[in-house]
């Protein structure tokens, strides 16, 4: 069994001002060699990457993280990780927000809601090295003091909700809440671990949804994830696991 292996002293912070991306100053690194377990932040981003070939707008104020894993676990365990990094992101919001904030909820696959709204990106990418090991990078972007003015659906920040910390504090929970779900996830039937986490944070589970997918879109039933991380959505003839799609809310 596997397990623990995730221990405080593997893991490091190099704090950067300005960078194109954190996740490419990560990714940099693994390509030198850098060993798994390091965190780098910077205040602020010239060349923020989204999902899907988006950019994410990055100010002085918001924080900006990316952690670097070397072949974390056996490659078909990596579907799962995106729900362990967006619970240990739900984590840490809780730390940080008063009482009085809306409810923070995951919508699937791991976009941190604070009352529906978006409140940080996760971003996760992956890459073979030169010397056959596995490089992934978890890329995080929480909105502290600034959210987009626009955007295609609900935005807000942590300042809006309420919470008074800064980029710094965030980042000290999510730095000790990462370590707890890593080894959560690490350990032996952790992954079945995980996904019961994430359910009970999830928000739609049991509604009406719609399913963006590259060439078409479904309405259905969202009954809930599978054990590998997979999107459960029952239309009239049938269920379907979902691996990658844009969700829509349709009950309110
Ligand atoms: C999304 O589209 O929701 C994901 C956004 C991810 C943004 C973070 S900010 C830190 C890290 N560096 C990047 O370039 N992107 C991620």
């Not at 990418?125 to 659906?153: F, S």
Request: charged share 20%; aromatic share 6%.
């Amino acid at each position: 069994e596997r397990g623990g292996s995730y221990s405080l002293e593997n893991f490091r912070h190099l704090a950067l001002g300005e960078v194109s991306s954190t996740n490419t100053e990560c990714l940099t690194r693994a390509r030198q060699g850098e060993a798994s377990g390091l965190w780098i932040t910077a205040e602020r981003q010239t060349a923020g990457r989204g999902r899907r070939g988006r950019a994410w707008t990055s100010e002085v104020g918001n924080l900006y993280a990316s952690l670097l894993l070397i072949d974390p676990s056996p490659p078909e365990l990596l579907s799962s990780l995106p729900l362990a990094v967006s619970l240990a992101v739900h984590w840490t919001l809780r730390r940080v927000l008063p009482a009085t904030a809306e409810a923070v909820e995951i919508k699937w696959p791991n976009d941190v809601l604070i009352g529906r709204k978006k409140s940080c990106g996760i971003l996760l990418e992956a890459e073979i090295l030169p010397d056959g090991r596995r490089a992934v990078v978890c890329g995080i972007g929480i909105n502290i003091r600034h959210r987009p003015e626009t955007a295609p659906y609900g935005v807000t920040s942590l300042q809006e909700q309420g919470a008074t910390s800064s980029a710094g504090e965030v980042f000290t929970h999510l730095f000790d809440e990462m370590i707890q779900i890593l080894n959560i996830w690490d350990h032996g039937h952790g992954v079945a671990e995980v996904t019961r986490f994430w359910r009970s944070a999830a928000c739609g589970i049991g509604t009406m949804i719609r399913v963006n997918l590259p060439d078409r879109s479904l309405d259905g039933v969202f009954v809930g994830i599978d054990d590998d991380g997979l999107l459960i959505l029952e239309t009239e003839n049938r269920l379907h696991h979902i691996a990658a799609g844009d969700v829509f809310l349709l009950e309110t």
